[in-house]
């Protein structure tokens, strides 16, 4: 199994920028295609931004296109959200998922590890 942990989240104010990562360990990930997902207080875990294996493909959300970019490095078994234009609604946890099935999934029942989460806080 592959063990996911978050880094990266902080205060920023609207309109700041910053990214976060997600290492692996345990297992490499190039064998799984990676998720954000993120939750605000009394709402669902919603989809962010996913990358297939390779990197080659990618699927933002609406809610955050333009202004975020899911990456990955193999290589340094990391994962990358860059996350610019920042707003206060952007404001949850933030979490990393990977699935093994390969394709980029959006619902967070489809991925099969997840990392504890990072908080992101943005003022206004």
């Known amino acids: 199994q592959v063990q996911l942990v978050e880094s990266g989240g902080g205060l920023v104010q609207a309109g700041g920028s910053l990214r976060l990562s997600c290492q692996a360990s345990?297992?490499?990930?190039?064998?799984?295609?990676m998720g954000w997902f993120r939750q605000a207080p009394g709402k669902e875990r919603e989809f962010v931004a996913g990358?297939?294996?390779?990197?080659?493909?990618?699927y933002h959300a609406d809610s955050v296109k333009g202004r975020f970019t899911i990456s990955r490095d193999n290589a340094k078994n990391t994962v990358y959200l860059q996350m610019n234009s920042l707003k206060p609604e952007d404001t949850a946890v933030y979490y990393c998922?990977?699935?093994?099935?390969?394709?980029?999934?959006?619902?967070?029942?489809?991925?099969?590890?997840w990392g504890q989460g990072t908080q992101v806080t943005v003022s206004s």
């Open positions: 998922a990977a699935d093994y099935s390969g394709g980029i999934r959006i619902r967070k029942d489809e991925y099969d590890y």
């Open positions: 345990r297992r490499t990930i190039s064998s799984y295609s």
């Open positions: 990358i297939s294996r390779s990197g080659a493909n990618t």
